[in-house]
Nanobody, 119 residues
Framework: QVQLVESGGGSVQPGGSLRLSCAAIRSIFSISAMGWYLQAPGKGRELVAGISFGGITNYADSVKGRFTISRDGTKNTYLQMNSLKPEDTAVYYC??????????????WGQGTQIIVSS
């Protein structure tokens, strides 16, 4: 059973920064990518950023230039979030999966951490 634990959520004013962390409690064989999704109130889950174990990254257009995804080995991933906007308010989920042939696929999810951006 895969277990992903997120941390680092909270409340911040517009323009502020937060750093999310995600740890996989157990080694996960066959994965080759880690990522972050968000789910805003009343909306579906959307990709924020992903990173393959080969270092390839992808970002949602809305966060390019503001958010940076990174990883540490194969069990930890981080999301540095700068210049936060009220529209970034959402629950953020860590996810792991695969990156192969240019295709991303996410199979396991954490419980989520809330981020509120408000003045």
């Amino acid at each position: 059973q895969v277990q992903l634990v997120e941390s680092g959520g909270g409340s911040v004013q517009p323009g502020g920064s937060l750093r999310l962390s995600c740890a996989a409690i157990r080694s996960i064989f066959s994965i080759s990518a880690m990522g972050w999704y968000l789910q805003a109130p009343g909306k579906g889950r959307e990709l924020v950023a992903g990173i393959s174990f080969g270092g390839i990254t992808n970002y949602a257009d809305s966060v390019k230039g503001r958010f940076t995804i990174s990883r540490d080995g194969t069990k930890n991933t981080y999301l540095q979030m700068n210049s936060l906007k009220p529209e970034d308010t959402a629950v953020y989920y860590c996810s792991v999966g695969t990156y192969y042939g240019g295709r991303w696929s996410y199979d396991y999810w954490g419980q989520g951490t809330q981020i509120i951006v408000s003045s």
